[in-house]
């Protein structure tokens, strides 16, 4: 089972471009979303820990669709501090605030995302164990950039701690962990970021920036056969397109989805209008042709 989908649904760039632009009354970016892909990861925990009455809000929206899942990214407070200071009340706080998704079997995975310089140091290893004797109970995908993470005695002990090593797609620097369909337990997790290797390095990009890159067809392809690897090895797979800048994560994750498909999927109309390529995989949108 293999689930496609994007990073995140509020962002201003998306609107007329993946949103209908002027909205309509009682228009809800969620249930909009939901009718195109089965996966939202959710950025907003990673920033604060919210409330449960939110994420009951979400399974509440997407109710009608059955096969819809979403993955939360850990609080940042949790591995993006200089050290390892939260407290058991921030641990509870944050089982709270999914607690809504598990219950509801909505929740595929929580995405512990480290920065790029988080490398395998014994301290670092440390860390690692404390957040997953402390969130063990939730499905964790590891997300590390540095390729000391990815030695076998590195990975065996990632597979020993029950954690899901993340397969990603970034620029690529001295010392990155290069694309892979690695899987280290019963979750295969995908995110793409973009190869937007100019901005991504730059001290002066911005967020948008950084992220401003649509996958080619060939580029969408090496990860198709990637998923379908991970597919093959795992219990659920989840694929979350970053690269979110101007709807481009939706056209790449409607593309993907497509292709893992072998038939045509939903696009939103805007979206089509921005990226005419869509129409070989839209509904009734083009000519019908499927990329291969």
Not at 42 to 57: G, L, M, W
Not at 153 to 177: K, V
């Amino acid at each position: 089972m293999i689930h496609v989908g994007v990073a995140g649904w509020a962002y201003r760039d998306w609107e007329g471009v993946v949103y209908p632009s002027p909205r309509p009354g009682g228009f809800d970016p969620l249930a909009y979303l939901a009718g195109f892909v089965d996966c939202i990861e959710v950025n907003s925990t990673f920033y604060r820990i919210p409330p449960p009455a939110y994420a009951e809000r979400w399974v509440r929206t997407v109710e009608p669709f059955e096969r819809f899942r979403f993955t939360a990214k850990l609080w940042e407070g949790f591995t993006h501090e200089a050290a390892a200071r939260w407290t058991e009340d921030d641990v509870r706080a944050f089982h709270d605030a999914v607690e809504p998704l598990r219950a509801a079997g909505r929740l595929g995975a929580v995405v512990v995302q480290f920065p790029w310089f988080f490398d395998r140091t014994s301290a670092n290893a440390e860390r690692v164990r404390q957040i997953a004797a402390a969130f063990g109970d939730l499905p964790l995908v590891l997300e590390v950039r540095h390729e000391s993470w990815v030695s076998p005695e590195a990975l065996e002990e990632i597979t020993a701690l029950a954690l899901n090593l993340c397969n990603i797609d970034l620029p690529i620097a001295r010392g990155s962990i290069r694309p892979s369909a690695r899987a280290t337990g019963s979750v295969g997790y995908v995110r793409l970021h973009g190869r937007n290797y100019r901005a991504w390095f730059s001290k002066t990009a911005g967020r948008d920036e950084k992220y401003d890159y649509l996958y080619t067809e060939e580029e969408e392809g090496e990860w198709v056969e990637r998923a379908r690897r991970l597919a093959g090895r795992t219990q659920e797979t989840y694929v979350i397109a970053n690269n979110h800048f101007r709807g481009q994560a939706l056209a790449n994750a409607l593309s993907i989805r497509s292709r893992l498909r072998g038939e045509p999927v939903r696009v939103p109309p805007p979206l089509l209008d921005a990226y005419p390529r869509l129409k070989g995989v839209a509904e009734g949108g083009g000519t019908g042709k499927l990329f291969s």
